[in-house]
């Protein structure tokens, strides 16, 4: 559309063929032979100009540009200085389907060629100093039309990558979210279905305990997902730490945990925390076959400043270091608020055990 407008600006032009078309006193023939020439001529202009939306050969375009000037010379030879005017069509064609390197220097290739067909037409300088401004300016106007018209292009094209970026971000955080969220609670049901399988028949009462947390981890569970889906689910240390007591007591883990955070932290360092604490318990429980499991708090003073620091130690088996989905997924949490992860085995034994080791440290930054 904005093609069409600039390209209707024009056509006016047309008005001085036509007229001497009309009454131009040229004999029956000419006329003919004129009014095809200047079909012929309108069209190949109007195909040229209006299919630069799609990619051509710039020597195919560099031709027809050149046949519609050597067509624009001989009906202005033939036919007079009103026919003059073709040539501005000329450089408009030559701004709107060449590139910019090649237009810049065919417009005014067009505008000298213009001005020596008008010095070997009789009367031709009078209408050569109305000509060369519009010739020059319209093919350079229409230069800058098809670079917009690339650019909007260009940036429609950005948009929809941008968008396809969001919306995969979105979907890896769901998926990290997801798996963070049923990774705890499913291990943990599965525990405690397994211990509730095995209280049967003999112990009843304590089977049904179990049952009962099972249906409250399940109810948990659910709410949690539905806090995920929403945007809206920021886990706290104090909560990640009552859900680690029972997931360890119930995988018959001794569990070394600390009854606090000894201090306050933004929201978004301690959600990273959290969410790596919940994740290296998931992996005591599930994978690791440890007896007893260490997690320490704290604030450690370092060169670059106070860092907010949690271990978590097991001494259980250390299993391969390949990182799966759930640390990947920590760390990308902790560089998002600048923070690190370490996961490797833990380099001693205690009590003849192999352990694995931990680590989520986080920058705190200036404190007032």
Not at 254 to 262: E, N, Q, T, V
Not at 316 to 339: D, I, K, S
Request: net charge positive.
């Amino acid at each position: 559309m904005v093609k069409a407008l600039w390209i209707s600006i024009w056509l006016f032009y047309l008005s001085a063929p036509v007229t001497d078309l009309i009454s131009g006193g040229h004999p029956l023939g000419v006329r003919l032979l004129g009014w095809l020439g200047l079909a012929v001529f309108v069209t190949w202009y109007l195909t040229l100009v209006f299919r630069t939306a799609r990619q051509m050969d710039t020597r195919r375009v560099l031709f027809s540009v050149t046949a519609l000037a050597a067509q624009a010379a001989l009906l202005s030879l033939t036919l007079g200085r009103e026919w003059l005017v073709l040539f501005v069509y000329v450089a408009i064609s030559s701004g709107a389907a060449l590139p910019g390197e090649v237009s810049r220097w065919t417009v005014p290739g067009a505008t000298a060629l213009l001005t020596v067909t008008a010095l070997a037409v009789p009367d031709g300088k009078a209408y050569l100093a109305g000509l060369l401004i519009p010739a020059l300016m319209g093919g350079f106007a229409m230069v800058g039309v098809r670079a917009m018209i690339r650019t909007t292009i260009e940036l429609r094209q950005a948009r929809a990558t941008v968008a396809q970026l969001a919306a995969n971000e979105e979907r890896l955080r769901m998926a990290r979210d997801l798996h963070d969220l049923l990774g705890h609670s499913l291990s943990l049901i599965t525990l405690k279905s397994e211990l509730a399988g095995r209280m049967l028949p003999g112990r009843p009462e304590e089977a049904a305990r179990q049952v009962a947390d099972i249906e409250q981890v399940s109810r948990q569970a659910l709410v949690d997902v539905r806090e995920a889906v929403s945007g809206y689910r920021r886990p706290t240390l104090p909560g990640e730490l009552a859900g680690a007591r029972t997931a360890l007591t119930a995988a018959g883990i001794l569990a070394d945990l600390p009854s606090h955070w000894p201090g306050e932290l933004p929201e978004e360092i301690e959600s990273a925390l959290a969410w790596a604490l919940r994740e290296a318990v998931t992996n005591v429980v599930r994978h690791s076959g440890a007896r007893r499991c260490t997690v320490a708090l704290g604030t450690q003073q370092t060169l670059a400043g106070p860092v907010a620091e949690l271990t978590v130690t097991d001494d259980g088996a250390p299993g391969p270091c390949t990182p799966g989905n759930g640390l990947t997924g920590l760390t990308e949490r902790l560089t998002a608020v600048g923070g690190t992860l370490t996961a490797a085995p833990a380099g001693r034994r205690e009590r003849g055990r192999a352990g694995f080791r931990l680590e989520a440290r986080v920058p705190l930054g200036s404190r007032p």
